[in-house]
């Protein structure tokens, strides 16, 4: 019996198992034939505080009794009238304005839309500059500010041309503020976007937060507007509330999604400043800022934010993850001495590490054999070519963390 479902990232022409999950809870998901599976990767990096959260659950439950979906244009309802007020409140102040969408991918063509509309009276800028290795979705505008490779080759003419910076990788910090500066003074750029401090799907790739204070001073120098794709590196992954934070920087332009609702319903938003509101704002009606989707701010999805924020307020999220953060540290001193693995790196709650290999592309033979070893022994680990990370839920407790790190070993082993 074959399923008519097309997945994602998925070869299906190898025919490779595709568990049924009927249940999740904490950091584990259970599959139909009873297995328990620890979610060492928070189900692709969504899930903060851990699967099911009962507040969360529990307001989307109720918000069901109320209201289901309604039109967002010109028409408001108050699950997202408190989540928009809430981001205002937690977040630094010149983040003044909230756009609703549905996932990171239309968060980001969301903030290049504004940096766009932001330049349209200025002098029409609209070349966007971006960090090598990153990645910001799979739309065709998000690929195209996102890494070329295998995986949108086949796309490749349809991406529009951005200016590139080199990764900043320790000690060519320089050569990335060097090339930025130059870009800015010779490309005319409307934005700059970046992944702060991670570059998550270009493989767990770590810079300091000095440079990310520095490219933000250069692009302020040059009234260039700077983009912080905090879909990733958002709600406490990195340590802090944003990844922004440990640099002291406010962006123009911040796009927040996976665990905006704690990562169990879809919900994004991009927050502007007031200069890019402002510049949307007329008496002309042809300047209004042109965007929209089906479901934008759905009732549902905001009530689940709503019961996220609480839960940052209310509980000691932080010292969680500062606890997470510290037992990681511990496992991956252990795990960085094994002859296999090299460069070992944490942020955060946040840890990884290549796997030593001849090829270490994104198709490179090792991944699909770790993922397969990580998934016979019920762990749900997804390596980026030959880079193994981990990514749990704030609630991962120590057998889990232990038995997670324990596995890497086995496979490894084999
Ligand atoms: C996951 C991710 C996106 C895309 O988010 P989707 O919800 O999958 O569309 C964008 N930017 C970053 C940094 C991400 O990690």
Redesign the pocket.
């Known amino acids: 019996m074959t399923s008519p479902v097309w997945h994602p990232f998925t070869q299906h022409g190898l025919g490779e198992p595709i568990p049924r999950i009927v249940r999740s809870e904490g950091c584990a998901l259970y599959t139909d034939d009873g297995r328990r599976i620890i979610d060492a990767i928070s189900s692709w990096?969504v899930t903060t505080h851990g699967h099911c959260h009962p507040h969360i659950m529990a307001a989307i439950a109720d918000q069901a009794t109320k209201l289901d979906q309604m039109i967002f244009a010109g028409w408001t309802h108050e699950p997202a009238e408190t989540v928009a007020a809430a981001l205002v409140e937690m977040l630094p102040a010149p983040l003044a304005h909230v756009f609703f969408s549905d996932?990171?991918?239309t968060a980001?063509e969301v903030a290049l839309k504004m940096a766009l509309g932001y330049w349209r009276d200025r002098g029409a800028r609209h070349r966007i500059l971006v960090m090598e290795h990153s990645?910001?979705?799979d739309t065709i505008g998000t690929m195209s500010v996102g890494e070329r490779g295998v995986y949108n080759a086949a796309y490749d003419p349809l991406l529009f041309d951005v200016g590139t910076v080199p990764f900043p990788a320790a000690g060519r910090e320089q050569e990335t503020l060097d090339t930025l500066e130059r870009l800015c003074r010779t490309e005319n750029p409307a934005a700059f976007i970046v992944?702060p401090l991670v570059l998550?799907?270009g493989g767990m790739m770590i810079y300091g937060p000095e440079t990310l204070r520095e490219m933000h001073a250069i692009c302020r120098r040059h009234g260039v507007l700077f983009i912080a794709?905090e879909?990733?590196t958002g709600w406490g992954r990195t340590g802090t509330l944003l990844a922004c934070e440990q640099a002291g920087i406010v962006p123009d332009i911040l796009c927040l999604?996976?665990g905006l609702t704690g990562g169990a319903v879809p919900l994004a938003v991009t927050l502007a400043t007031p200069p890019i509101f402002e510049a949307h704002l007329s008496k002309d009606r042809a300047k209004l800022f042109y965007h929209s989707s089906s479901f934008t701010a759905n009732p549902l999805s905001c009530a689940a934010a709503v019961a996220n924020i609480a839960i940052w307020r209310e509980e000691p999220v932080l010292d969680r993850i500062a606890d997470l953060a510290g037992r990681q540290s511990v496992h991956l001193a252990k795990l960085a001495a094994h002859p296999r693995i090299r460069n070992a790196r944490q942020i955060g709650t946040i840890t990884a590490v290549e796997v030593e290999d001849t090829k270490g592309d994104y198709l490179s033979a090792l991944g699909p054999r770790l993922l397969a070893a990580f998934r016979d022994r019920d762990v749900l680990l997804r390596p980026l070519g030959n880079t193994v990370y981990l990514m749990p839920p704030y609630c991962t407790d120590d057998t889990d963390l232990s038995r997670i790190y324990e596995v890497i070993d086995e496979a490894l082993a084999e």
């Open positions: 990096w996932s990171g991918s980001v990645y910001h979705g992944e998550g799907a794709d879909v990733m999604a996976k």
